[in-house]
């Protein structure tokens, strides 16, 4: 029984794809296909249930799968115990959605570089749950992205929130008429905001729905600093962390409504694997200074 074959395996099962689980083990599909099929015989049962799109385990392949990941949480301990001897060197594959890039990036990497002069890093960008998903298939060493206060990571991922932040309510300069609004009381002037998919954009229809309203989209794009330039345009309202509201350009150009029964709160979460290894240290150094670099911004 190989450790690949079972590594194989669970990357098909949380994949529900032997093509996405090739992708994420940077393997072919026929190397993924043998070695499920090895890993059957060396068990003598059958594991995957072939006739179903996606595909899924067999009740006996369900038991399996908690059982191996078991095992390899197991063996990336036993490896880390005596990877950390050694300085971080290698690449380091860090995640941040776009939000966060274009301010705390520079500074991050800058750090890391003269920390750690053996590292490489190498970044992905998107949202915090394509992030998430991207850790799972072991495609990432770590990540920081925004989630609101409480959020549960999935099995496997070590997570600590590193800074807290109020979502503030902008619209154009001078266009504010009253001190303090209801959410009912605005919400029909429009948004500009990121497309679907967004954290922030999913919590503020949350709220519309619980008061029985819809949301409106005047304009959606990527990008805080344009959308904050098409909010000071009079383009509709936007949502937006206040450290970056505090950083933006615009910002002499926008007013922050009060909207009483609307007070989001989002947090700045630094995830990764629970065994790093000797990248910990580069790791938790990332986080420090996203943290910072937010905070010192307010």
Request: some cysteine.
């Amino acid at each position: 029984m190989k450790i690949d074959d079972m590594d194989a395996f669970v990357a098909v099962i949380r994949c529900q794809s032997t093509n996405l689980a090739a992708e994420a083990l940077q393997l072919t599909q026929p190397a993924i296909t043998r070695r499920i099929q090895n890993f059957e015989q060396d068990l003598g049962v059958t594991l995957l249930d072939r006739n179903t799109k996606p595909l899924k385990p067999t009740s006996m392949g369900l038991r399996v799968y908690e059982q191996c990941k078991a095992i390899l949480r197991e063996i990336d301990a036993l490896r880390e115990l005596v990877a950390n001897d050694g300085a971080p060197s290698g690449t380091l594959r860090l995640g941040v959605p776009q939000t966060l890039g274009d301010v705390v990036l520079l500074e991050a990497l800058a750090q890391i570089r003269t920390a750690y002069p053996q590292l490489r890093t190498q970044i992905t960008s998107g949202w915090g749950s394509s992030l998430i998903a991207r850790m799972e298939n072991g495609e990432l060493d770590a990540a920081a992205a925004l989630f609101p206060p409480g959020k549960i990571f999935p099995e496997g991922i070590a997570s600590q929130s590193v800074a807290r932040m109020a979502l503030r309510v902008v619209t154009a300069k001078g266009s504010a008429s009253k001190r303090s609004y209801k959410l009912r009381d605005c919400h029909e002037r429009g948004w500009v905001l990121n497309p679907d998919g967004c954290g922030f954009r999913a919590g503020l229809q949350r709220a519309l729905s619980e008061q029985g309203l819809s949301l409106s989209i005047n304009l959606e794009t990527f990008g805080t600093e344009l959308q904050m330039g098409l909010v000071a345009n009079g383009q509709g309202l936007g949502l937006v962390p206040e450290p970056l509201l505090e950083a933006s350009r615009h910002r002499s150009e926008l007013d922050v409504l009060t909207i009483s029964d609307f007070k989001p709160q989002v947090d700045l979460w630094l995830f990764h694997p629970r065994y790093l290894g000797n990248l910990q240290d580069p790791v938790e150094l990332f986080g420090k200074v996203t943290a910072q670099r937010l905070q010192g911004l307010s």
